[in-house]
């Protein structure tokens, strides 16, 4: 059984590469000039006109099963009002969260078919992490916003001062983008609750055979990111490492263009979730002792309700905790 989360704060699960790597980033003075730029403007509006078009919006007339576990993990994160689900035909394991005013979350084909439901749990739970944490207006800066600004305005036509400007924002926006999914890691693992699951979505998410997804081999790749994480034989070692965590190196040898790194490596995310697992900062949060604050009315009078109250004390009318 599930435990309900009350009151969850997103501090209590942020991983402090993240918060180091945000707060280098709200000094860049030229931040506030894109979030002005930018907040407000119609990007946002045609994100979701484009979801609407080419998605599939899950709900309980659809996909049942997995609308109500959608509803599950909400609750158990803590969510007053669990923003809208998608899905659309992708067979890679991934999902995304995007909107600023109104974030909505997708979920591909592959994920719902490749997946268990603890896993999946994982991974609806990582992107309600991005929500909960207030990740979306630097995460869709990082994701959409400057590479649509790099790659269509020419770069003579740029000012010198817009030149200076995006690159000073681009590199630490782009390290904080992968930093802030170590935090969402850990919002996935509280909201499946299971450290076993967690582990076994992230080595999926690193592209696991089809006719291999049930083997036990957990502990094999935990023991390779621990070798990943200590291994630096060589000072080339450590340089290509950081940039190939900053950056495709397949792409800059290949295709000349520096492409950022959407997420760290799964072998550096597997062996982060699990230092957290065995430093007991996950036990910590689960253990905690929480109360349930919200207040519950009965929808016929207004009375208020007990928790698990059947009928209500007042006017005698079944309420939806029957």
Known sequence: MSKILYGLDPQEYEHPLDREALNALQKISGIATVFQKF???????????????????INEKNFKKIFHMYLKACEILDFDNPPDLYTRWDYKVAASAFGVEK??????????????????????????????????????????????????????NVPIFGKVLIESIQYPL???????????????????????????????????????????????????????????????????????????????????????????FPMLRIARLNEWIESSGYDKIINKKRENLQIIYCSKCSAILNLGDKFCGLCGAKTLME
């Open 103 to 156: 974030p909505t979350i997708q979920i591909t084909t592959g994920a719902i078919d490749i997946l268990d439901d603890d896993e999946l749990m994982f991974v609806i739970g990582h992107e309600l992490g991005h929500i909960k944490s207030g990740h979306l207006f630097y995460y869709n800066l990082s994701r959409k916003i400057l590479p649509l600004i790099i790659r269509n305005i020419p770069i003579p």
């Open 39 to 57: 907040e407000g403007s119609t990007f946002e509006k045609s994100m979701i006109l484009e979801q609407k078009g080419n998605a599939l919006k």
């Open 174 to 264: 782009y390290h904080w983008a992968r930093m802030q999914e170590l935090s969402c890691d850990r919002a996935g693992l509280l909201c499946c609750q299971n450290k076993n699951s967690a582990l076994r979505a992230l080595i999926a998410l690193a592209g696991v055979p089809l006719k291999y997804q049930k083997d036990d081999f957990v502990k094999a790749f935990v023991e390779q990111s621990r070798q990943f994480m200590e291994e630096d034989f060589e000072p080339t070692d450590k340089i290509i490492k950081k940039f190939s965590q900053a950056y495709s190196f397949d792409q800059a040898i290949l295709g000349g263009q520096l492409i950022p790194q959407t997420h760290p």
